[in-house]
């Protein structure tokens, strides 16, 4: 467990020391990317998005980063939320584009590193969503990225994989997957678990926990989240997982 907090390990958002254009993700295309991820991941995660968009009140102004093929963010627009998807890959943008054609309501995406954006840029938000994007970035990187959505909404929710995953099956699959995902993903994936998972990083920005549940057979955990030292209205009461 980290011992100083993470501004005092990264000074926020702006101090990763990785080039430009290579912060929030790589900056190439992976093999998956694209109507592959939308084909074969997307249909998984059914029951998690459900979940996610089931916190998220109807009218709501979102921020999806790293939002891939943009399924959450359709079921988002469909449910009268104003919702923008950002992601590095040009593959996952372009299929969030098809994929989103006869989607009504309000969505959008763009094709961006969020962490060398303006954060002016994001406007006033509800809430950004950051679901399964942690775990694959490196520590500085995974960091700043919370760093950032905690100071740009007034509510972050943080869906990724849980700590321990829980059964051995659940587990093989899981671990199976990441590595098929390639060398420095399967990296990334180990030093998050090395972490704590996601109960780490909420440790480490004392995060106050608004709701708390798990989807796919406990092995994704959901949490709603907001500042500790900011009780906004009409917050449910803090869950005590």
């Not at 790589?26 to 089931?54: F, N, Q, S, T």
């Not at 509510?155 to 420095?184: M, Q």
Request: proline share 5%; with cysteine; glycine share 8%.
């Amino acid at each position: 467990m980290l011992t100083s907090s993470p501004c005092e390990w990264y000074d926020g958002w702006h101090a990763i020391e990785e080039t430009r254009g290579m912060r929030f993700g790589e900056p190439v295309d992976r093999y998956y990317d694209g109507l592959i991820y939308a084909r074969l991941i997307d249909p998984m995660l059914r029951g998690c998005r459900k979940m996610i968009a089931g916190m998220i009140p109807e009218g709501s102004r979102v921020a999806d980063f790293g939002c891939g093929t943009g399924a959450l963010c359709r079921d988002l627009a469909q449910k009268g939320c104003h919702v923008t998807g950002y992601d590095f890959s040009s593959a996952m943008i372009r299929a969030a584009h098809r994929l989103s054609r006869n989607t009504t309501g309000h969505i959008a995406f763009r094709q961006a590193d969020v962490l060398v954006l303006d954060p002016a840029t994001f406007g006033e938000l509800d809430c950004i969503v950051l679901s399964l994007v942690l775990h694959e970035q490196d520590m500085p990187i995974r960091m700043n990225t919370l760093q950032l959505a905690a100071n740009s909404a007034h509510h972050v929710i943080i869906a990724d994989f849980n700590y321990p995953i829980p059964g051995r099956l659940g587990r093989w699959i899981t671990y199976s997957t990441e590595f098929l995902a390639g060398p420095k993903h399967f990296k990334y994936f180990r030093m998050y678990n090395l972490h704590e998972g996601m109960q780490g990083l909420l440790d480490d920005f004392h995060l106050r926990i608004l709701d708390d549940h798990t989807a796919c057979n406990g092995i994704v955990r959901i949490v709603r989240t907001c500042s500790p030292v900011t009780d906004f209205e009409n917050s449910p009461e803090e869950s005590t997982r």
